[in-house]
């Protein structure tokens, strides 16, 4: 871990400001900011409930405090950022220089006088809003259950996560640093059209850092706090319950004990809710700490586990088709999308052998025409190979809520892999092309009846059970795809329409939710995936900008639930133990608090053709993180993973403690869909992405390079291999006039390779 240092980034008023560049004397002065350190003390007994602070005004240089029987130094030090003129740093040392005081901890303060509800808050991954939305109280698997709630036209609801209320409930928000993609707190303010970020760093020697936000009961007023070590306040976060007895320990501090908070301030102008989001993409990086990449297996050795695992484990004989675990209950044996399905069919088909194929085909004579429910939707799972299943069959009011998503994934899939049959000379049959066309219309009549999808709709029926969210993200691009496969105009016409209702209704608002359905309506980075997906589909099929613009800004939203530094794990831990690299993993929703090894469930290539269309490298070092260290997940005898067995892939990289404290950096032994999303990115993202006229190339897969010769004819690069087994790496080579160019579907298949042995390196050369 760290040495006893604790780094945060801020905004602040303090008694300094000739080393303060103006603009951030005058945004500070409008925004009545003031900056404050505390000493605390808690009872334990009482479930950490604050019983003693010291709070105090910080001005530069040094202070002497009192606290109990203790006595403190606090020393602040103000620094310019050289190349960022809107950002400042701030040192702030806490130093015991007598005494002692038992069960504390010290804290950062921003106190900010001029306040408003109305006020945009992000936490990356945890809280988008504020979560300042109607919520319940439910169990896990969590779903609508009152009466009230259920219907067309009703509020966002989630379950009991941190979040700062209304109706002059108590509004804050206690978090773990780990519990965000990058410790961090940002605002903008529609009435002042300015904003803030405050960045922080994991924490130090103490532990991980507490991160806070705290409203009056006026909402005039709020703070944002950095604690060390981490105290929450009578209550912690666990799965679905913002009210579980809270188990931080403070700590004893003593004379000679120092504990330093370093923390940076930006400052920046927000003229609408996206430029937060603006702001975060240009700045996820700055402070958070090492964000180096891992290299622990390649693409091919991942596929061909996978797949062995899929033949072996997955694919049921007697009736012809993979299901999604282990067959142990119904949500692992058949679900049409989300977590696998006919979206896990695609890699097997693309990559398999001749065997692997033929099980592709029978899953799909094995899906048509049963597993199309009468709404025209697909059936939402099934068990036992003959039993379909309109919803969750535990709880009896949801037996037949479709997950509108999952119809989504599954006509995004089906028709890109009816595509890849074309290519691979492999015949359509009418019952999959028919059956698939089926499902698309019930979309067109859904949104002609409604001008929504909902998010979930009724098996039997069609109509929506329960209505709002951007669940249905995927949606346009199914239907965009299909317009072109199916020669219908008519579905470029409808996925427009909707992809423009939830680009006004979500994306501009910078909220996505709907997409999981085991976390009702809390926000989440699979909604998102599926809205950027669809932004670049659209744009492929109409040449029309607009497209493009909406993607680029959902891109940046998703950025959001990316981690954008590596986690320090105990070397007690599992994922300590082996060295596992959290840059690039995803959160999954503010529900469900931990990230996983992928895009559930894509390989998020959009972010590929969002960066060939508008040279921003933003998007693709995000998807190199993400595409990057997925490997590092795979149960594999060459790179152990605790006990996860050979092909398996566990959703869980847990960075913070909503299931318990003991489950930070542990392996929870689950075969998931993250094993489909790992054999996604092997086929549609390449191993290395090269752009020849501009000598630079972009390694996804776990090889080094290095350009060892440019000229005007050829480019010749070094790939090294550094992993345990061989590689055989997929290669897209391009010119800059060539990006502009619509890159589609399967445009890997069949594409150049180069194998290199494990430890070795080979030359590569293209022609410019």
């Not at 007895?245 to 004893?252: E, G, I, L």
């Not at 119809?407 to 089906?414: E, N, R």
């Not at 009816?418 to 691979?424: R, V």
């Not at 490997?631 to 790179?639: A, R």
Request: hydrophobic share 35%; proline share 4%.
């Amino acid at each position: 871990m760290y040495k006893h240092l604790i780094t945060v980034f801020i905004f602040i008023t303090i008694n300094c400001q000739a080393q303060i560049p103006t603009s951030l004397v005058q945004w500070l002065s409008a925004n009545n900011g003031k900056l404050s350190a505390r000493i605390n003390q808690y009872d334990k007994d009482q479930n950490n409930l604050l019983i003693n602070k010291n709070k105090f005004a910080l001005t530069e240089g040094k202070l002497l405090q009192q606290f109990q029987q203790s006595s403190w130094e606090v020393n602040t030090t103000v620094t310019l950022v050289a190349d960022k003129k809107e950002a400042v740093d701030y040192t702030v040392t806490f130093h015991c220089i007598n005494g002692s005081v038992e069960a504390a901890s010290v804290s950062v303060d921003i106190d900010w006088n001029n306040w408003s509800e109305k006020n945009y808050v992000l936490l990356p991954a945890a809280a988008y809003n504020g979560n300042r939305y109607e919520w319940r109280r439910l169990r896990y698997s969590p779903k609508l259950y009152e009466v009230q709630d259920i219907g067309i036209d009703k509020p966002i609801i989630l379950t009991d996560v941190p979040k700062l209320n209304g109706n002059g409930a108590v509004s804050r928000i206690q978090e773990r640093s780990g519990d965000m993609a990058t410790p961090s707190i940002g605002f903008s303010s529609d009435t002042t059209q300015k904003g803030m970020w405050l960045l922080t760093r994991q924490g130090n020697s103490l532990g991980d850092y507490g991160i806070d936000v705290a409203e009056t009961r006026d909402r005039k007023r709020a703070t944002f706090s950095i604690t060390s070590p981490i105290v929450r306040e009578q209550f912690v976060y666990k799965l679905c319950d913002a009210r579980f007895p809270s188990w931080d320990k403070p700590t004893n501090f003593k004379a000679g004990d120092s504990v330093t908070i370093t923390f940076r301030l930006y400052a920046y102008d927000a003229p609408n809710t996206q430029s937060i989001f603006d702001k975060y993409a240009s700045i996820r990086k700055d402070f958070a700490g090492d964000n180096t990449l891992a290299n622990a297996l390649p693409y091919s050795e991942c596929m061909q586990a996978l797949e062995k695992k899929y033949n072996e484990k997955n694919f049921v004989p007697q009736f012809g088709y993979y299901a999604i675990g282990f067959r142990e209950n119904f949500l692992q044996d058949w679900q049409i999308g989300w977590t696998g399905g006919m979206i896990t069919t695609y890699p097997l088909l693309f990559s398999g052998s001749e065997q692997t194929r033929q099980n592709v085909i029978k899953n799909f004579d094995w899906l048509y025409p049963n597993g199309i429910s009468p709404s025209g939707f697909y059936w939402d799972a099934g068990r036992n190979g003959n039993e379909w299943l309109g919803g969750d069959i535990r709880k009896p009011h949801t037996k037949n809520w479709h997950l509108v998503r999952k119809s989504g994934d599954a006509v995004w899939y089906i028709t890109k892999q009816m595509m890849l049959m074309d290519k691979m000379g492999i015949s359509v049959k009418p019952s999959w092309k028919e059956g698939n066309q089926r499902v698309l219309d019930a979309f067109v009549k859904l949104w002609n009846t409604y001008h929504q999808l909902g998010q979930f709709v009724n098996s039997q029926t069609g109509e929506i059970m329960v209505g709002g969210s951007s669940g249905g993200g995927i949606v346009p691009a199914g239907l965009a795809l299909a317009s072109a496969y199916y020669h219908n105009p008519n579905y470029l016409v409808v996925a427009k329409e909707i992809a423009d209702y939830y680009y006004k209704n979500f994306t501009q608002k910078g909220i996505s939710c709907g997409g999981p359905g085991d976390a009702v309506q809390n926000f989440d980075s699979e909604s998102t995936l599926g809205l950027l997906e669809s932004y670049v589909t659209l744009y492929e099929l109409t040449n029309d900008k607009k497209w493009l613009t909406d993607a680029e800004d959902e891109a940046k939203q998703m950025a959001t639930w990316v981690v954008s530094y590596n986690y320090h794990y105990s070397d007690t831990s599992a994922y300590g133990r082996a060295n596992i690299h959290t840059t690039g993993s995803v959160y999954a929703n503010t529900q469900n608090k931990h990230t996983a090894p992928g895009l559930c469930t894509a390989s998020g290539v959009g972010l590929l053709k969002l960066y060939r269309y508008t040279g921003n490298h933003f998007y693709l070092e995000l998807l190199q993180d993400i595409a990057h260290n997925i490997t590092q997940y795979l149960g594999h005898p060459k790179k152990p993973l605790g006990t996860l067995p050979t092909g398996w892939v566990s959703e869980r990289v847990n960075m913070g403690d909503w299931e318990g404290p003991e489950t930070i950096g542990y392996v929870l032994p689950l075969s998931t869909w993250a094993e489909t999303s790992l054999m996604l990115t092997t086929i549609e993202v390449p191993g290395l992405y090269i752009e020849t006229d501009k000598g630079e190339v972009t390694a996804f897969d776990n090889v080094v390079t290095k350009v060892v010769k440019n000229n005007k004819k050829e480019l010749t690069i070094s790939i090294n291999n550094p992993t345990p087994v061989d590689a055989t790496i997929k290669i897209l080579a391009e010119k800059s006039m060539e990006q502009q160019k619509i890159m589609g579907e399967n445009v890997l298949y069949g594409c150049q390779t180069i194998t290199v042995k494990a430890g070795e390196t080979n030359l590569f050369t293209v022609k410019k």
